[in-house]
């Protein structure tokens, strides 16, 4: 099947044109803004398979700011959902292990610098949801961990 004939039939069922990019953008789980952007674009087609994609959105993704333009897109579209809560734990389970993984495995005299970058390349989804999750309180928050995490 050549795209073009893609890109018509999702036309023609009511759904984007690009819907096979905005279906996999919505899975990104390393790129909370990604996911952001398709819920936006999503958000406008009021379709059984986009529905099911903001649900999904709005019950789990990790980055609260994702899960409450799900849910208000959800409503614009007459669905009947519940709001996302923002008062979450912790987003990844174990996540002071993971940091003291990272952590243990950086030479002693490791920098905060060093540890941040670290992360980000071992577990971009933890380092882009709480990046997502915290805001301009992110390094604050991240440089907190580190220093606590023995």
Known sequence: MNVEKITT???DSG???NYAELKKA???SADWRARLSAVEELGNYPHRQVIDILSRLAESDPVYTVQEAAYLKLKALGENVAAPSKNKPELFKGITKILLRIKKSLPRNHTYKEFKEKLKKMRID??????GEKGEDFDKWLESKWSSVK
Request: charged share 35%; no cysteine; glycine share 6%.
């Open 126 to 131: 933890v380092y882009d949801a709480y990046e």
């Open 15 to 17: 759904l984007p044109e």
């Open 26 to 28: 919505a899975g990104r």
């Open 9 to 11: 039939e999702a036309a």
